[in-house]
């Protein structure tokens, strides 16, 4: 049996999945071209068996059409999600005690002042989507008490934040190899309706809160990437940081992570090799780029960095290093 793992397989798939819907169409054609037929026939001939084929072959159509409509609608509801959630290609970040990791997708950032805000050791998201998660890690010597404990206490303490809150019957389950206890959490905070995935979840040595959140109305395409992110969340083992490549935060130069990952951005909206791009580089002159390029350049800026960039700041830039220290603003706030 081949795995799917197999090229010829993969090979196979791809080509089913490119002749499937064309094969399916020229049936449809068929069918609706066989309807019409029929319809003259029937209206010709006036006889029982054109006027019953006629009725069948419409019924096929019609149901056809439907269901044509219906794969349409749930691929684009596909396409919505996976254009969401980065195009499926994920980021591997660590948080500050290099204890964990967590795997972001790709249009996401890290957002230093979801940290600052709530003492957590990761914070990341897109402003834009409104998708937001943050990891807070508390030693066990610190607290006294079991996982359950641990968890009916951050409960209690969100609790208090929100009104109207909606609190699920909990899922107690391991993540990734540690056991771990989940809810969705509803309610009100700060005239805004907010939905919490959280997940506490306990190693050896400390107790975590895996929070990830969004705004309630999003809560229907956002599920699904809350849920990955939160079960991407991995404990090292102890006495063990992240190894080299991976990202943890503060431990590169923000400036130097920001200007090559932009470089990559505007090299690839403008078509330009990334080594002619400098910091002196103006946006109009050395790099030809309109108005209309520097609108969508600023929209692809705030989707891969999580942040948001005012129209006057927008209007007033007029060179690459500009850009960047817009971005470096935007993520310190």
Do not use: C
């Amino acid at each position: 049996m081949e795995s799917s793992a197999d090229p010829s397989y993969q090979a196979g798939y791809e080509l089913g999945k490119t002749v499937a819907p064309l094969f399916l169409a020229v049936i449809l054609l068929v069918v609706v071209g066989f309807f019409i037929f029929s319809i003259i026939k029937a209206f010709k001939r006036k006889s029982a068996g054109w006027i019953i084929t006629s009725v069948i072959s419409g019924v096929l159509a019609i149901s056809g059409l439907v269901g044509g409509l219906g794969l349409a609608v749930v691929k684009a509801m596909e396409s919505r999600t996976i254009a969401a959630n980065g195009g499926g290609e994920t980021k591997l970040v660590t948080g500050k005690s290099g204890t964990f990791t967590v795997e972001m997708p790709s249009n996401w950032a890290e957002m230093p002042q979801l940290n600052q805000e709530s003492a957590a050791q990761l914070g990341v998201g897109n402003g834009r989507r409104e998708l937001y998660m943050i990891v807070l890690e508390e030693s066990k010597q610190d607290i006294e008490s079991d996982l359950e404990g641990y968890d009916n206490l951050v409960l209690a303490n969100m609790k208090e934040k929100m009104s109207g809150v909606n609190l699920s019957e909990v899922t107690i389950r391991t993540l990734n190899g540690l056991p771990a206890r989940q809810h969705r959490l509803e309610g009100t905070f700060d005239r805004l309706g907010i939905v919490y995935h959280i997940a506490t979840v306990e190693s050896p040595e400390a107790f975590y809160q895996v929070l990830a959140w969004t705004l309630r109305s999003k809560e229907p395409t956002a599920k699904p990437i809350l849920e990955e992110v939160i079960n991407s969340f991995k404990v090292l083992p102890s006495g063990r940081t992240a190894p080299p490549g991976e990202s943890t935060p503060g431990s590169a130069q923000p400036s130097e992570s920001t200007e090559a990952r932009l470089r990559k951005v505007t090299s690839k909206l403008l078509d330009l090799d990334p080594s002619v791009i400098k910091r002196e580089s103006t946006l109009e002159k050395d790099l030809g780029a309109d108005d209309f390029d520097i609108v969508e350049l600023v929209m692809a800026v705030e989707e891969e960095f999580g942040v948001e960039i005012a129209d006057e700041d927008a209007a007033a830039m007029t060179t690459f290093g500009d850009l960047v220290r817009l971005i470096d603003q935007g993520k310190s706030r």
